[in-house]
């Protein structure tokens, strides 16, 4: 009989205890995978990969009781020998070996050299083989990244007194209406997978004033271009009693600089990896959508096709032009045709055309929509009956504004977009673990 009375202590370190003060010297135990093996004849150089990076380590023959024939790469071990001080070694350390310990061997040979520094392969491959790839120390380090855009998304929103909620992703009825829903059968009745936590969301705000969620939408658009995915990670609040969409935008703007501070604090070494430089988000220029078309339209001499909805290259050209005015690498455009906007998009009272709402571009590129939300039942079932819609799903939701809601609104920023704008790469599955799309359906 025993009890478990916490966290058991490890005799193997870790490379940010290798690291600490006054461990030169000492004999050290370390475990990990090996990562690359440098045979240099009597001595050679085994590379551990661990969590926090890599520990080079020297084998000397006649030294290191193990034969270096019986190790190879994708092995895991647990390695025992003297830290000392190296200037060509990963982070200036390297540990001479007495001892090596197989914990494990792998049966075949890597499909991919994960050892190189930047994987020499097609996008295909590297998500054909996406738990071996996310071994390469460049490929994990944008993971860890974005780790920290959702870390600083929740630990701002917690500071700002917002409630973390989890939705159901099966429903009754998409929150957006339209034809891009995933239709499933649910016990013998007809159920979606939900397309956002919208409607739940909203619900929230009447419970916590503050609400929040991370968490996986589903798109069943048949688009196969490079920022589209049918399955995505959406970072959304909701927030109420709000004096105009522009609490929402001012949120955002501070969950950016949070976020861009956390990452330069705690992901140093990640930007580092990937060459990344933080934009300024200290402030963010906001314009109108109409504004916004007509003024591309005149510095890039681009005709205006679609009135009611901003086109990619629109979007990009709009992120030219901010940057180009205004040395930002964002832009709200606020005041989305009531057209392009869902039935619970809150109108313009100055002119109903228009909604109290905005997208933020970041680079050009669409990473956020957001708005003022109606609170008001009546309002809710006028617009319902101008898009000839019913209330067939939406009872709940409804029933929740005939007993009061306070002036309301919220966002959702694409996690997976946000990423790869944010480290530039050119195709969102580069920031997506397990791409859902037209044509993945695995790993």
């Known amino acids: 009989m025993e009890f478990m009375t916490g966290v058991k202590e490890k005799e193997t370190l870790e490379l940010s205890e290798l690291l600490e003060e006054g461990r030169l010297g000492e004999e050290v135990k370390v475990n990990g995978a090996v990562h690359t093996i440098r045979d240099m004849g009597t001595v050679a150089f085994v590379i551990l990969r661990k969590r926090e990076g890599l520990v080079q380590c020297v084998y000397e023959e006649g030294v290191t009781k193990f034969d270096l024939k019986d190790l190879r790469e994708a092995a895991t071990v647990e390695v025992t020998g003297k830290l ?15 001892e090596i310990k197989v914990l494990s061997m792998p049966k075949d040979s890597l499909p991919l050299t994960v050892s190189k520094w930047k994987l020499n392969t097609s996008l295909e491959a590297k998500l054909n083989y996406r738990s071996i790839s996310l071994r390469n120390v460049r490929e994990r380090a944008k993971f860890k990244i974005q780790e920290g855009i959702v870390r600083g998304f929740r630990e701002f929103l917690y500071k700002e007194g917002f409630t973390e909620i989890h939705t159901p992703k099966i429903g ?31 619900m929230m705000v009447g419970v916590f004033d503050r609400v929040f969620e991370t968490g996986p939408v589903f798109r069943a658009e048949k688009h196969n271009t490079k920022r589209h995915l049918n399955e995505y990670t959406s970072l959304d609040f ?22 861009m501070e956390l990452l330069k604090k705690d992901y140093a070494k990640e930007l580092k990896i990937l060459d990344v430089t933080l934009p300024d988000v200290s402030k963010i220029p906001a314009i109108r959508f109409d504004e916004a078309k007509q003024k591309v339209s005149e510095k890039y001499d681009r005709k205006i096709r679609n009135p009611y ?43 109903e055309k228009f909604t109290l709402s905005f997208d933020l571009l970041f680079r050009g590129l669409e990473i956020t929509t957001g708005g003022q939300r109606i609170h008001d039942y009546d309002m809710l079932m006028e617009k319902l009956e101008k898009r000839g819609m019913t209330e067939e799903g939406l009872e709940t939701y409804l029933d929740t504004f005939k007993h009061g809601m306070p002036p309301h609104g919220g966002l959702g920023i694409g996690m997976e977009r946000l990423t790869m704008q944010l480290l530039g790469e050119d195709n969102v599955r580069e920031t997506t673990l397990f791409p859902r799309d037209l044509s993945r359906l695995t790993p």
């Open 172 to 202: 009754a009825k998409g929150a957006e209406g339209g034809s891009n829903l995933f239709r499933l059968d649910y016990f013998h009745r007809p159920a979606v997978l939900e397309q956002s936590p919208q409607l739940y969301k909203q």
């Open 309 to 351: 909805d901003l086109e990619p290259e629109e979007e990009h050209l709009i992120g030219q032009y901010a940057k180009e005015e205004w040395g930002s690498d964002f832009v709200f455009v606020t005041y989305y045709p009531s057209k392009k906007r869902p039935f619970y998009a809150m109108d313009d009272p100055q002119d």
């Open 84 to 98: 000392t001080e190296s200037e060509k070694a990963p982070n200036g350390i390297e540990i001479r070996l007495s």
């Open 238 to 259: 909701e927030m109420g009693y709000i004096d105009s969409f522009e609490d929402i935008m001012a949120m955002e703007t501070g969950f950016l600089q949070y976020t």
